[in-house]
């Protein structure tokens, strides 16, 4: 009998609005979107480990710190997604498509400032501690992807405009070409193969932007296609709408801070953490490469539960948007416990694939980290989900004091570790484990209790 209710409840679980099956529709193409993008930095940080240990951490430390410089503007962009979702739900489909042009139109504005920062981005990385090689090749890749950034901006708001209206396909096609354009170009320009010149870590920046500027052009066929420019109004959709403007930067700045202040954090502790060693910066570049293929798959859960929450808000019904959470939160459990599970048992062979197959010091100090994560993995799980309904329902501020907190603290955390108390590493990612466990927690007891169904984005 106890056997014959449960499967009956997961019969329930899957069918109807909010339930698995729907979820499973909006997210699959995301996460698999999300995945390409995991392979493409996965891919990246393999091939440049052949050249050396210090190419692949200058490409974690590079790129993490060139995607920083625009998150405060990826943030509000990305906000798209709900808006459109929202408006998708009340079947204005002409002002979703004024939300993606009040987008474009800020990518637009936005870009140029970016390039205030390149002058500065030796000096930064030096702060931080790092010098030689490593800050050379760090600051070259920074630069590269920083210059092309405007493309990164007009993806994301494209990206969202699709997922808002239910779309998610085209941004799954566009992601599967990238990958297969990026990953032989990758390989092509750091080693000079095919009669291309060999360019090291400089040429896997540039295979990123060639490969990012293809997708963008195939998401702009879309978007401007018959369809859309019939349904959605696309061709008279980029002129400034002061209302729809308006609801864009109340819902996005929240959201771009909070993304500002969580990757700033983050980034900020890799910095820090490599500031203890060429092993210690090698060991996170590890961790954080096979950590990825958790993360980011899950970030596509995220999306579509944002979408769908905001669609959901838009209708009035935020019963089942409360219900689309609870069933992304099975699938989300599902896959981290999984990779958990495989990341715990096989972590030493994983760590050796980036060592060249020796057990070394580095390999060891990765080995450990990435088991030490398999601890939070779930929790992040819980963090990403109940923070997609929050910003599906523009529920933003408490989430930004939240992560400002814990990220930055981690922070100050790390630097007193090292620098002060002189912790180990593994130490130190342990004290960070807890306050990713803590955070996880913090999000399900906001979503618990119920201020975020009060929130207003569109009247």
């Given at each position: ?117 390149l002058p500065f981005a030796r ?289 100050v955390l790390a630097y007193i ?43």
């Amino acid at each position: 009998m106890y056997f014959q209710n449960f499967i009956e409840a997961q019969k329930r679980s899957w069918r109807g609005p909010g339930g698995i099956k729907a979820l499973l529709i909006q997210a699959t193409p995301i996460i698999i979107t999300q995945s390409s993008d995991t392979i493409l930095m996965f891919t990246d940080r393999y091939l440049l480990a052949g050249k050396s240990p210090i190419d692949m951490a200058a490409a974690l430390s590079g790129g993490l710190t060139s995607f920083l410089s625009v998150t405060l503007f990826f943030g509000l962009l990305s906000q798209v997604n709900a808006l459109c979702g929202q408006f998708t739900g009340k079947k204005s489909h002409t002002e979703a498509g004024l939300a993606a042009g009040q987008g474009i139109l800020l990518a637009c504005f936005f870009a140029p400032f970016l390039f205030l920062t390149l002058p500065f981005a030796r000096d930064f990385f030096a702060f931080c501690g790092h010098s030689g090689r490593l800050l050379k090749l760090e600051t070259q890749y920074y630069q590269i992807l920083v210059s092309a950034h405007i493309i990164t901006l007009l993806r994301c708001v494209l990206a969202s405009f699709f997922s808002g209206i239910g779309k998610p396909m085209i941004i799954m096609k566009s992601a599967l070409i990238g990958v297969l354009i990026n990953i032989p170009l990758t390989y092509a320009l750091i080693f000079g193969k095919w009669n291309l010149p060999e360019l090291g870590i400089v040429g896997a920046a540039w295979a990123t932007v060639i490969s990012s500027f293809i997708v963008l052009c195939i998401l702009i066929y879309y978007y401007f296609s018959h369809t859309y420019r019939d349904s959605h109004k696309t061709h008279l959709s980029i002129r400034y709408n002061r209302n729809i403007m308006k609801a864009l930067l109340k819902l996005g700045l929240p959201a771009g801070i909070e993304f500002t202040l969580q990757l700033s954090g983050f980034n900020f502790f890799i910095l820090i953490f490599a500031s203890a060693g060429p092993v210690a910066a090698a060991a996170i570049t590890i961790t954080f490469s096979w950590e990825l293929l958790s993360y980011l798959p899950m970030t596509g859960i995220q999306i579509a539960v944002i979408a769908l929450s905001a669609k959901y808000i838009g209708m009035g019904k935020t019963k089942l948007a409360e219900r689309t959470s609870y069933n992304a939160l099975k699938i989300a459990m599902l896959y981290s416990g999984t990779l958990a599970i495989i990341f715990f048992t096989f972590a030493p062979e994983l760590a050796k694939i980036f060592t060249n197959g020796e057990i070394n010091e580095t390999s060891q100090m990765a080995s450990t980290m990435l088991r030490i994560a398999c601890i939070y993995m779930t929790f992040d799980a819980i963090h990403l989900v109940y923070a997609g309904v929050l910003k599906g329902a523009g529920d933003l501020i408490y989430p930004t004091c939240l992560t400002f907190v814990i990220f930055w603290g981690a922070c100050v955390l790390a630097y007193i570790e090292i620098n002060i108390l002189g912790m180990h590493p593994i130490d130190v990612w342990s004290t960070f484990t807890v306050l990713i466990i803590l955070i996880g927690i913090l999000y399900y007891r906001r979503f618990r209790t119920g201020i975020w169904k009060t929130k207003k984005i569109i009247h």
